[in-house]
C-alpha cells in the first residue's frame, strides 16, 4: 500500500519560514506528479504547488514568488520551502502524489494523500 507521510508543520511568527516534506512509500514504480495542498478553517482544500516528475511546477497565485517546491524522483519525496508566511498561510497542509504507478498494478493510476500537517503563522 501506498502511504505518504508529512513533516515540518508548525507555528511561526508572520514573515517567517517553514520547509515542509512528504516521503512515498510503498510498491511506487511512478509518480506522475507529487504536491502539496491546504485547508484552512471553514474554506474549500486548494492546490497550493506542484510539481511534474519532468520537474515543471505549477504554483496558486497567492504563493507565487513565496514558496518553491522540489522533488526527489528516485526517493519519491517533495518538499516545499515557505517564505514571508503570513496568517492567511494558516491551514493544513496536504501532501498528495497523484498518477501513481505500483508494482502490484501497473496499468492502473491512482492518487493519494498524506494525513495532513498544521501550519500556523501568528500575526
Known amino acids: 500500500q501506498v502511504q505518504l507521510v508529512e513533516s515540518g508543520g508548525g507555528l511561526v511568527q508572520s514573515g517567517g519560514s517553514l520547509r515542509l516534506s512528504c516521503a512515498a512509500s510503498g510498491p511506487i514504480l511512478s509518480i506522475r506528479s507529487m504536491g502539496w495542498y491546504r485547508q484552512a478553517p471553514g474554506k474549500q482544500r486548494e492546490r497550493v504547488a506542484t510539481i511534474t516528475s519532468r520537474g515543471s511546477t505549477n504554483f496558486a497565485d497567492s504563493v507565487k514568488g513565496r514558496f518553491t517546491i522540489t522533488r526527489d524522483n528516485a526517493k519519491n519525496t517533495v518538499s516545499m520551502q515557505m517564505n514571508s508566511l503570513n496568517p492567511e498561510d494558516t491551514a493544513v497542509y496536504y501532501c498528495?502524489?497523484?498518477?501513481?504507478?505500483?508494482?502490484?498494478?501497473?496499468?492502473?493510476?491512482?492518487?493519494?494523500w498524506g494525513r495532513g500537517t498544521q501550519v500556523t503563522v501568528s500575526s
Open positions: 498528495n502524489a497523484a498518477g501513481v504507478t505500483t508494482k502490484l498494478e501497473k496499468s492502473n493510476e491512482y492518487d493519494y
